[in-house]
């Protein structure tokens, strides 16, 4: 007589409450005219093409389409390549350059022929070599790789 062995599945489970359940790209309001965009986890030496859908309420009576990055201080990491209406939201296209393995934090102004301006806060968390692949947020796609030269952190000049 043959005993079957019980089957045993293993699964991950998360609850619903989880900020990261629908993998979106956080928008925070942190002032007037002010947010945070939060990307998540990216990796060293790549570049990304974000694509945020921005709610109503961003920019309210402001013309965005028509908006312009400013370069003071001049970004290092963000790029605008344009603001787009889409219905009842608002898309902010932007490349971002992961160049530093840890927490970067980059402002973008963009400003209207008005003067009227709306400022992002661009926060990402980056890996370094070797420490994994994140799962990209919906919206961020990566559109390049840096050449990575091996450098030996060693004095030593061989025989």
């Known amino acids: 007589m043959e005993i079957a062995e019980p089957h045993h599945e293993h699964h991950v489970h998360f609850s619903s409450s989880d900020d990261l359940a629908d993998n ?3 928008v925070r309001h942190r002032n007037i005219n002010i947010y945070e965009i939060q ?3 990216l990796q060293v030496n790549h570049t990304y093409e974000v694509v945020v859908r921005l709610g109503a309420n961003v920019g ?3 013309d965005l389409e028509t908006f312009a990055q400013k370069e003071v201080p001049v970004p290092i990491h963000c790029k605008l390549l344009r603001i787009q209406r889409t219905g ?3 898309l902010l ?3 971002f350059k992961a160049m530093h393995d840890k927490v970067t934090r980059e402002k973008m102004v963009l400003a209207g022929t ?3 301006s709306i400022q992002f806060e661009i926060v990402a968390r980056v890996l370094g070599r ?3 692949t994140p799962m990209l947020r919906s919206g961020i796609k990566c559109i390049g790789v840096e050449p990575v030269e091996d450098t030996d952190d060693s004095d030593w000049q061989g025989f």
């Open 24 to 26: 979106e790209i956080v």
């Open 39 to 41: 990307l998540g986890f």
């Open 60 to 62: 309210e009576g402001l």
């Open 88 to 90: 009842d939201s608002t």
């Open 93 to 95: 296209i932007f490349n």
């Open 114 to 116: 008005d003067d009227s």
């Open 130 to 132: 070797g420490k994994g």
